[in-house]
């Protein structure tokens, strides 16, 4: 079985969609007076023009039927489009105002309030799971940092055969998080190597972090975010669900993470089992917002999200299996660009900021459905034709790499990225 680094757990089943002619939604706003700053380019027309052959390239090879796209740094102007369709039925457009599932950026919400605790002296990162959670494999040994840090050594549910069937049969029921743990730590290796002994991307790791913010919070973890991060960052088009409902406007989500292998839309399917781990929704506006708050740990308002120190640990993002890539603490380091992707059936998003030109990229996509014969995500197709117009010399890549952790007697779904 293979993975995609820093994001989708399992390769997706293999197919495509049609190609849509791109429709743009807004327009390429240049700054008047740029403020030169490194290679990144002003985002003028021409710049505007080579982007837009770039995206509609990706979008004619990869038949990912939609796509937003928001990239910006000061001085430097912005630019914001939306291609293809929101819906293959009816033709309806791709629109900047829609809200989207994000999967595994998620993550960096549920890192970001435990470093919170963290800073507050409520949680130690070096403390063991097993002072918060019982029945965790390791526990006594396995830390609250290896956990953010996919260094556990813990199994993710995710690639299990027994969580794999009980999601694709039925795809709009709900999943508690000791249910999803149970997918892992009942599976016949739990534990696959050595707590700190190499890095793995597991959903199993969040889910349990999950469960810390809110034993040590005493409030649910929705509520913690709203009322610690979200709130803060002025995000109010960010949430995380308690159920399947889904603010409109938004796409139409299509996947083959099905129990026939055949593409469905899947935009209202239970985004229940990636909790803590990939259940949030968001938009190209907050998520311009939180790609730099995430990555220099400052709130808008100057204020700071977590404290200098929780974010330097954040920041320490050692090698993983990919060249030029690191993971931190809920964070990735891919050529320069910090931040996260996610993944989830029917939705794709990525979300960065390279600090040297304090540049922002937001990409939502409305399908999860692999590229190519290496089964590439389509989000990282596009990731890589946007960096290599704007930062050839920070060219986000992240192929595909083979996974540790055992590959199920059936393809496993391609959940919280």
Known sequence: ??????????VPLGGGVGYAQPHLTAAVVAAPTPT????????????????????????????????????????????????????????????????????????????????QLAGQGKVGLDDPIGKYVDGVPNGDRVTLRQLAGMRSGLLSYTVTPAFYKALTEDPDRPFTPRELLDYAFKAPKPVIFEPGAEFNYSNTNLILLGLVVEQVSGQPLGDYFREHVLGP?????????????????????????????????????????????????????????????????????????????????????????IPGAGYGLGIFDVQGWIGHNGSLPGYQSLTMYLPEEQA?????????????????????????????????????????????SPAPSTPAPSPAS
Do not use: C
């Open 360 to 404: 922002t990229l937001v990409v939502l996509l409305n399908t999860d459905i692999p590229y190519g014969p290496d089964q590439e995500e389509p989000s990282t197709v596009f990731g890589q034709a946007i960096t290599e117009v704007v930062t050839p010399d920070h060219v986000y890549d992240l192929p595909p790499v083979t996974a540790k």
């Open 36 to 115: 030169p700053s490194g290679d990144f380019p002003v985002l003028d027309q021409e710049v505007a023009r080579r982007l837009d052959a770039a995206v509609r390239e990706v979008l004619r090879k990869t038949g990912v039927p939609g796509v937003v796209v928001g990239l910006s740094a000061p001085g430097k102007g912005e630019y914001t489009r939306a291609f293809g369709v929101a819906d293959k039925a009816t033709g309806a457009p791709m629109r900047t105002d829609f809200y989207s599932r994000i999967g595994s950026e998620t993550k960096t919400f549920t890192v970001s309030a435990l470093l």
């Open 233 to 321: 960052a002025g995000m109010d088009r960010t949430d995380f669900p308690s159920n399947a409902d889904f603010p409109t406007p938004h796409a139409q989500g299509y996947t083959q993470q099905t129990a026939s292998g055949k593409t469905e839309i899947s935009t209202d399917w239970n985004p229940s089992w990636g909790w803590a781990a990939g259940a949030m929704i968001s938009d190209l506006r907050d998520l311009r917002t939180w790609a730099k708050t995430v990555a220099t740990g400052v709130f808008p308002s100057g204020e700071r999200m977590i404290t200098p120190e929780m974010q330097r640990q954040r920041l320490i993002t050692p090698p993983t299996a």
């Open 1 to 10: 079985m293979t993975v995609v680094a820093a994001g989708l757990l399992a």
